[in-house]
């Protein structure tokens, strides 16, 4: 008896690992995902719970909201090969704090001199984000 119940925790338990990625993992993923600008990958870190606070102040709410806010980031501020330069990272318990500056890979061009991301990261998504950068000037 006590091996079956033994063996039922065991499982139990690796199947609440499995659904509950580490915060580690869901930020690398996320970081592949938008680095190849792959929307569908991007939205599997989110839930209809999140939230994402945007440059502009906006604060968009839920799947829908944030979907859209990837739509317009991809149309207006993504270089077809973006290269992203990591200036510190942070990760601790559920927290990612990250400082980087973005290229277009072509060209060379800086396209972003400064941001800075915060995801706050519960139950294996993305449950807040808040997005902060500089746009270098038009030319």
């Not at 992203?84 to 927290?95: F, Y």
């Not at 072509?106 to 800075?116: D, L, R, S």
């Amino acid at each position: 008896m006590k091996l079956i119940v033994c063996s039922l925790l065991f499982f139990l338990s690796l199947n609440v690992f499995a659904q509950n990625r580490s915060t580690l993992e869901v930020y690398r993923h996320h970081e592949e995902a938008l680095l190849n600008k792959n929307k569908a990958e991007i939205m599997k870190d989110y839930d209809e719970n999140s939230i994402i606070v945007t440059p502009d102040g906006k604060v968009n709410k839920g799947l829908e909201e944030i979907s859209k806010t990837f739509d317009y980031a991809f149309a207006e501020f993504f270089p077809e090969n973006i290269e992203m330069h990591k200036l510190q990272e942070v990760i601790e318990e559920g927290i990612v704090f990250l400082v980087y500056k973005v290229s277009d890979g072509t060209t060379g061009k800086e396209v972003t001199p400064f941001a800075v991301d915060t995801f706050v990261i519960e139950d294996g998504k993305i449950k807040y984000q808040t997005i902060a950068s500089q746009m270098p000037p038009e030319n």
